[in-house]
């Protein structure tokens, strides 16, 4: 197959599929033994600086922002990131953690484009390689598939293929052009979830965003969970079991780990909390303020909890609706 | 007398009147699901919307403030992954997809990417998210943006998602799927759409009370001319009560 253009973005994250492989077989235990620790411990113990991370779903939908918030504490430097990001990426650029960005959209949806963001990219503090949102997926299901690379129709004809890593192939079937995508293996995915049981066999209500893809793309794969269920009780739904226990390295008991944002069924987005944080971005100095408030100045996720206030919590999960 | 109605109103109501029955439409948050969800109010019933992280079918009784949020899978037929939304529409199962950006040339190539130069932009905006993936894989792209000389320009400083391209054929050359791409430009101005031969941005109908000399003003490259050129209907009092009390009932848009 003959490479017909190459984008002139970098890759953040080398294709390696014998080397996933490799390390799946070294280190992916079929061993039914409790993961659960502290965020504290599952941070420090998988997450090394300079590591290529993500996170599932996205900053203000189902997102383990306790996780990136101990990050930040952690001061874990560096990293590559991979986003769809929103709430999770700005809090680890506001905390200058972050070298590079496979990214496809960041910004808050009704609330507008991220200041933090802008800051980090216009000043050319962060490098940024530029995806599809389907891009981002279809790499992670090239590397669950133990692929190199996934042939799509997206990015075709574009400046968003010529500034990503990406290359245009003729098909050799159809003899159409196509784009290849590389595949990316995360150093570490987070993803939080309803309920998972000690061994990290996962359960996810609603939609799965791109859960499934993480988990099979991700050397090492923390779980935050809202809640910690018996093995009996996985067993008799197996087929709810999203991810299961062996791709699992951490799992953390969250409750409200995606606090300011949503956990469908269970508790609403604070809107409050996510104008305020909004609004602190403007400029850096309050945005650091903030940071000095909710993020440094908490020891862990219960500590933060309480900072927001258990009423105002319990309020938002009165107004959530179910199913 | 014709009822009041704001800027946002006017774009939601003929947005809602573009689709057919029977179809799929691909949306986002803000004006583009409130245009579904009243198109599936008053016109087409059973134009079934797609949210991007896998809300399939839902009911919209409140409005959705995320793309990934509960509400876009709320008493919804199925929810889904990203992936498999992605999959609909590569394999050709939506319709219409919605986009909307900063920057726009008279071949709809839309830029959400950067003002400026790549890297060291001037502005850095959001990026493509799913845009780029809508307008290369849904059937008929429909863009929703307000009219101006900074907006609609010759050349966008960074095509995040192709309209045309070059112009005909261009897309087909690239590997683009045959019989996709943009379809209609809807804008507080007129609503355009693309000529069959040219592929390049033709003025359909002109918005209440706006004159063809206000367009020509307001547009950075020359358009060309539906003959006839026709004029949208005001929204209609039954458009904006169902508008208000029905779709947007917490006035979050309207």
């Known amino acids: 197959m003959e490479v017909v253009e190459s984008g002139i973005g970098e890759l953040f994250c080398p294709v390696d599929p014998n080397g996933q492989r490799d390390y799946f077989r070294k280190n992916k235990s079929m061993a039914l033994k409790s993961k659960v620790m502290s965020e504290h411990d599952a941070v420090s113990k998988f997450i090394k600086p300079g590591d290529y991370i993500g996170f599932e779903l996205y900053g203000s939908v189902r997102c383990s922002m306790s996780i990136a918030r101990e990050i930040a504490r952690q001061k874990i430097g560096n990293l590559r990131m991979v986003g769809q990001g929103i709430n999770e990426i700005d ?11 496979d990214q496809t959209y960041i910004g808050y949806e009704v609330h507008g484009i991220s200041s933090i963001l802008r800051r980090a990219v216009e000043s050319g503090r962060i490098k940024v390689s530029e995806w599809s949102n389907a891009a981002l997926v279809w790499r992670m299901r090239a590397a669950a598939m133990g692929q190199p690379f996934i ?3 997206s990015m075709l004809g574009t400046d968003t293929f010529k500034y990503s890593a990406a290359k245009v192939v003729k098909d050799p079937f159809t003899g159409n052009k196509v784009c290849l995508l590389p ?7 987070i993803i939080h979830v309803h309920r998972c049981d000690e061994f990290g066999n996962c359960q996810i209500d609603g939609i799965k965003g791109f859960a499934p893809e993480m988990a099979k793309a991700s050397k090492k794969l923390i779980i935050s969970t809202e809640e910690i269920i018996s093995t009996d009780e996985i067993r008799k739904y197996p087929d709810r079991t999203v991810i299961p226990y062996f791709f699992v390295d951490a799992i953390v008991h969250a409750p409200f780990g995606s606090h300011p944002g949503e956990m469908n069924y269970i508790y609403w987005r604070d809107e409050e909390s996510i104008s305020d944080w909004i609004t602190a971005q403007k400029n850096e100095e309050t945005t650091q303020e903030y940071m000095n408030k909710y993020v440094y100045g908490v020891k ?3 500590e933060y909890l309480d900072l927001i206030g258990r009423d105002k919590l319990q309020n938002l999960k009165d107004i959530c609706k179910g199913r | 007398m014709a009822d009041e109605y704001n800027p946002n109103e006017l774009l939601i109501c003929l947005a809602a009147r573009q689709m057919e029955d029977n179809t799929s439409a691909f949306v986002g948050t803000g004006i583009p699901m409130l245009a579904a969800s009243l198109a599936r109010k008053l016109y087409t019933p059973d134009l079934m919307t797609v949210f991007e992280f896998g809300g399939v079918g839902p009911i919209l009784e409140d409005l959705p403030l995320a793309v990934g949020g509960s509400r876009t899978f709320y008493r919804a037929l199925a929810a889904l992954s990203i992936a498999d939304v992605m999959d609909m529409a590569a394999c050709g199962l939506i319709e219409y997809g919605f986009v909307g950006g900063a920057q726009v040339d008279m071949y709809g190539n839309l830029n959400t990417t950067v003002i400026g130069e790549q890297p060291n932009p001037k ?11 809508i307008g290369s894989a849904c059937w ?4 929703i943006m307000p009219q101006d000389t900074k907006k609609f320009i010759p050349k966008v400083d960074f095509i995040t998602t192709p309209g045309y391209l070059s112009g005909p054929g261009a897309r087909e050359d690239a590997g683009l799927p045959p019989g996709s791409g943009p379809y ?4 507080n101005l007129c609503v355009i759409g693309f000529d069959d031969e040219t592929k390049r941005m033709k003025v359909l109908a002109l ?3 706006i004159t063809k000399e206000q367009v020509i003003e307001n547009t950075g490259f020359e358009l060309l001319w539906a003959e006839p050129l026709e004029q949208n209907e005001p929204p209609t009092s039954e458009e904006l009560r169902v508008l208000r009390d029905e779709v947007d009932k917490d006035k979050l848009y309207t």
Do not use: K, Q
Request: charged letters at 20%.
């Open chain 1, 300 to 302: 862990n996720n219960d």
């Open chain 2, 207 to 209: 918005n209440p009370g």
């Open chain 2, 140 to 143: 008929r792209t429909i863009y």
């Open chain 2, 184 to 187: 209609r430009v809807i804008t």
């Open chain 1, 183 to 189: 595949a990316s293996v995360l150093d570490v995915g």
């Open chain 1, 151 to 153: 042939a799509v129709r």
């Open chain 2, 123 to 133: 502005v850095r905006l959001p990026g493509s998210g799913g845009a780029n993936d």
């Open chain 1, 91 to 101: 809090v680890l650029i506001a905390a200058d953690l972050v070298d590079v960005l």
